[in-house]
């Protein structure tokens, strides 16, 4: 009787022990606090967490709609990752803040365009008009280059992809460039002849790049794409690449195609 209470109460042992390292395993589950955009790319985050989580990554996604913050969370710990910028972006922040951040998987690009209200077409823009651009400098840059790849201005040589707005040395027109936060140029639109606005902030606006951009980057060798960002000290943790997967899935680049039918592209 004793012996076999025993063997009971050890195989009851080993059992708790399993049932705890079970229980243990699944509180363990991986987890990644993932920083985004809201509108466009927390969509394409929403399709990723779906196919990270059935590889055994949960995917807390959070939204913000000011370019600043999510670099700033990442840096402070307050995210895992983030997935919202291209290069240069990444490029000017960290030069302007220090940040220890580094890219490991790219998601989409997005061809930046001009906008307008009240015109047909590019060449009705009139002299003096007011443009509104990005006031950050790696979108404010980028859309000068835009303007300047269609001969509305001239920009000094050896800037690249950051000039400025004090880098335009020929402005034929006479355009008042004004520099407007990003997620607002759609709203003063009405304000201005036109702007140019990264797709995102149109696509959240109700404007169409195929249809309503007056003029528009080039889809390949556009060096604007955007990816995942995380630490530096931390770009080698395992559960990363199981998130570069999940958004470089058919899965993404199949709600891409029909959710934005050329908008956003594949970027890896």
Known sequence: MMAGTGSWLRRAGVAGVVLALLASGASAAERIKLGVMGGVEEELAEVARKVAARNGLELDVVTFSDYAIPNAALEAGDLDAN?????????????????????IGYTIVAPIGFYSRTLKGIGELKEGARVGIPNDPSNGGRALNLLAANGLLKLRDGKGLVPSVLDVVENPKKLQIIEIEAAQLPRSLEDLAGAVINTNYAVNSGL?????????????????????????????????????????????????????????LPAW
């Open 83 to 103: 997935a919202f910028q291209h290069k240069p972006y990444l490029d000017a922040q960290i030069k302007a803040r220090g940040y220890h951040i580094v890219p």
């Open 208 to 264: 169409s790049p195929a249809k309503d951009a007056l003029i528009i980057e080039p889809r390949v060798g556009n060096p604007y794409g955007n990816f995942i960002a995380v630490r530096e000290k931390d770009k080698d943790r395992p559960s990363f690449k199981t998130l570069v997967a999940a958004y470089q899935s058919p899965e993404v680049k199949d709600f891409l195609e029909a959710r934005f039918k050329g908008a956003m």
